[in-house]
């Protein structure tokens, strides 16, 4: 993607962008809090808790889509941009969460979900009415093939053809097809006309205009299409991400927005860089080139996904993974630092270890590692308590569509048990399921019937539990964010992996004087420092050390002050 040679340098600013030393927890509002009484997170959910929030010690709240919609991929359909889901409360209600987060010092980002709308967005709604319609050329429109099929083989990544035939108010026309990456109801907007990106710099400067600190984009490598949307290859096809994130005119769309939007105001910008590889992250990410300040990069979180199926991993891998996107920043790049999101499952049962006797344990290592990177760690809702993934049992459990598509894709060459434990693992209802408050009934989340099932270890996983336990992963994570918040070895010190193949025990360097150990197993391990680092002492929680060895338990960690010899 290195389509041309870097801007010069911006003026420099004030002083460290904000961002960098932030601590990021994403919050979504549908499994949040529920105030109402109707099994659905709302906003005043949101407001009811921001002083939960403050007491952990987070910078800023992800808040994912909370736009009107009719929630065929729970929001990520956007209807009307300018206005608050009915489910999730008013405007008003908006404005008040805003203000009490501003008022503690918290700072609001928001989804742009901008590579795709609803189908019932207004704009799709005159598009369909036939190719003469002003709004026609908002979204991509194109003739089947000769036999009437779709005009290429694209997949949508929620199963089928990316192309839907449509005959608008015609119904005994022959019509086109609509493209759509993702479901039927999610047509892609057009980034070639010019009018749908001054409607996306004007919607922008409506919610930057309300207050919020900046974006996460979706999908946002996926709004320039590759030029005349040919056939994918077989080999493409395993993997289309990569051929939809390669569109020409990507980095010029995003320049577009940092001059028109983004550069009269102070804010932080993330895009989910699906279809991204690291070493193209950095064009994305290069503070010179004035394009995005961060990306989520899912080598790590989808380094044992194939497809549908879930795979092995590697402590050496994850190690590795680390290291390449820590180079592949450079000088003038940032990374992000996660395990979890509304897209991927639970952490801890991804990268831990979720039986109950162990997983307060590896939570606790989980949520280290997430703070001692060198990056902006985000934090999913849960993740501070050690949220698990649901106990599936049936396909039936599931309320994401990207687990039934992609049934329908495969159900006539996989069993339904084959399927079902793969979803069960890697299916993105894990972290949907509503946050544990309590362990009263739904968790604590609703008085009513919650819109997905609690997950039954509310009971024993909640944050009233660890809210007075000095020993919880709550408590571990407050204090941890609060020692990383006066560590400048953690916020701004280089990172260095110090034994990459190990595998049992991550061990890396955070600047100068900072060294960190993780284990990751039930087995303890007696660790020897190396390269001849004097271990001064614990610089955070405690710490078994003798001799320049560490005694690790299972599932620890130790932080430690380190000098050279």
Do not use: C
Request: charged share 25%; glycine share 8%.
């Amino acid at each position: 993607m290195h389509d041309d040679p870097p801007t010069p340098p911006a003026e420099p600013g004030p002083g460290r962008p904000w961002w960098k030393d932030a601590v990021v927890y994403q919050i979504y509002p549908r499994s949040f809090l529920d105030t109402n009484g109707d099994g659905i997170g709302d906003l005043p959910g949101i407001t009811a808790r921001l002083d939960y929030l403050k007491d952990l010690g987070i910078d800023v709240v992800w808040l994912s889509p909370h736009f009107d919609s009719p929630n065929a991929d729970n929001g990520y359909d956007i209807r009307d941009y300018r206005k608050v889901m009915a489910q999730f409360g008013t405007m008003a209600d908006f404005d008040a969460m805003l203000a009490g987060m501003k008022a503690r010092g918290v700072r609001l980002i928001i989804d742009l979900v901008v590579n795709h709308s609803s189908d019932e967005h207004a704009w799709f709604v005159e598009s369909r009415k036939g190719p003469g319609n002003p709004y026609r050329d908002y979204y991509i429109w194109r003739d089947g093939k000769a036999d009437g099929g779709p005009p290429n083989n694209y997949p949508a990544f929620f199963g089928g053809s990316a192309w839907t035939l449509d005959h608008g108010e015609d119904p005994d026309g022959v019509g086109q097809y609509y493209l759509h990456y993702f479901a039927a109801k999610q047509p892609d907007l057009n980034w070639e006309n010019p009018k749908v990106r001054e409607e996306v710099h004007d919607l922008m400067r409506f919610w930057l205009d309300k207050g919020v600190s900046g974006f996460r984009m979706d999908v946002i490598p996926f709004i320039s299409k590759p030029p005349g949307l040919p056939d994918l290859t077989p080999e493409e096809l395993r993997a289309p991400q990569f051929v939809y994130a390669a569109g020409p005119r990507l980095h010029e769309h995003l320049r577009e927005m940092r001059r028109e939007v983004l550069d009269h105001y102070d804010t932080m910008t993330v895009g989910e860089a699906f279809g991204i590889r690291p070493e193209q992250a950095r064009d994305l990410i290069d503070s010179r080139r004035r394009e995005l300040d961060l990306v989520f990069n899912f080598d790590i979180v989808r380094m044992d996904i194939d497809g549908w199926r879930k795979t092995t991993w590697t402590l050496p891998r994850l190690k590795a993974l680390y290291t390449e996107l820590d180079q592949a920043a450079g000088p003038f790049g940032w990374n992000t630092v996660f395990l979890s999101n509304h897209d991927n499952p639970r952490s801890v049962s991804h990268f831990g270890d979720d039986d109950p006797a162990w997983v307060e344990r590896s939570a606790k290592v989980l949520n280290t590692l997430i703070l001692t990177q060198r990056g902006t760690p985000f934090l999913y809702q849960g993740e501070e308590l050690g949220m698990t993934n649901y106990p599936f049992q049936t396909l039936d459990d599931f309320d994401d569509l990207e687990v039934a598509g992609r049934w329908r894709d495969v159900r006539h060459r996989v069993s339904e048990a084959e399927y079902l434990a793969n979803a069960r693992a890697m299916g993105r209802d894990n972290s949907r399921t509503p946050m544990q408050w309590t362990d009263g009934p739904h968790g604590g989340f609703t008085t009513g019937k919650p819109w997905l099932a609690v997950n039954p270890n509310a009971a024993t996983i909640n944050a009233a539990d660890q809210a007075a336990r000095p020993d919880s992963v709550l408590a571990h994570t407050r204090a941890l964010i609060a020692f990383r918040r006066g560590s400048a070895d953690l916020r701004e010190g280089d990172y260095r992996d110090i034994d990459t193949d190990h595998p049992r025990v991550f061990a890396y360097r955070r600047g100068e004087r900072t060294l960190v150990l993780l284990n990751f197993g039930r087995e303890p391990v007696r660790y020897a420092v190396p390269g001849g680092l004097r271990v001064e002492g614990p610089a955070f929680g405690r710490a078994q050390v003798a001799d320049g060895v560490v005694t690790l338990d299972g599932w620890d960690f130790a932080i430690l002050a380190v000098s050279e010899p």
